[in-house]
């Protein structure tokens, strides 16, 4: 089983900027041939889809609520994704999820990935 694990969350006011950050030490060597996706779940809401990341250095796609706002990279050589988050919103306010799906491209159905960080909370303050 592979671990993943999330950083970077906390507490900022409307219109900051936070960096998530994802870490998959388990991964190795076989890092750049998952899609990394990133999730959120509110208080009360079901899990969403946020942002992913195609395997190999492939391109991007985001939820039409971020675009522009966030973006997804990745550093194959630290094995770490990240979610770097700007213009936060009060909506925003949510627990934010990596996730790793092997091969994937624009996976947009968390059911698809294959393993799952235990997330960061996110908290925007208006």
């Known amino acids: 089983q592979v671990e993943l694990v999330e950083s970077g969350g906390g507490n900022v006011q409307a219109g900051g900027s936070l960096r998530l950050s994802c870490d998959a030490p388990g991964l190795g060597l076989s890092f750049t041939k998952y899609a990394w996706g990133w999730f959120r779940q509110a208080v009360g809401k079901e899990r969403e889809f946020v942002a992913t990341?195609?395997?190999?250095?492939?391109?991007?796609y985001y939820a039409d609520f971020v675009k522009g706002r966030f973006t997804a990279t990745r550093d194959g050589a630290k094995g770490t994704a990240y979610l770097w988050m700007n213009n936060l919103k009060a909506e925003d306010t949510a627990i934010y999820y990596c996730?790793?799906?092997?091969?994937?491209?624009?996976?947009?159905?968390?059911?698809?990935?294959?393993?799952w960080g235990r997330g960061t909370p996110v908290t925007v303050i208006s």
């Open positions: 990341l195609d395997w190999d250095d492939g391109p991007s």
């Open positions: 996730a790793a799906d092997h091969y994937g491209v624009n996976s947009r159905d968390w059911a698809r990935y294959e393993y």
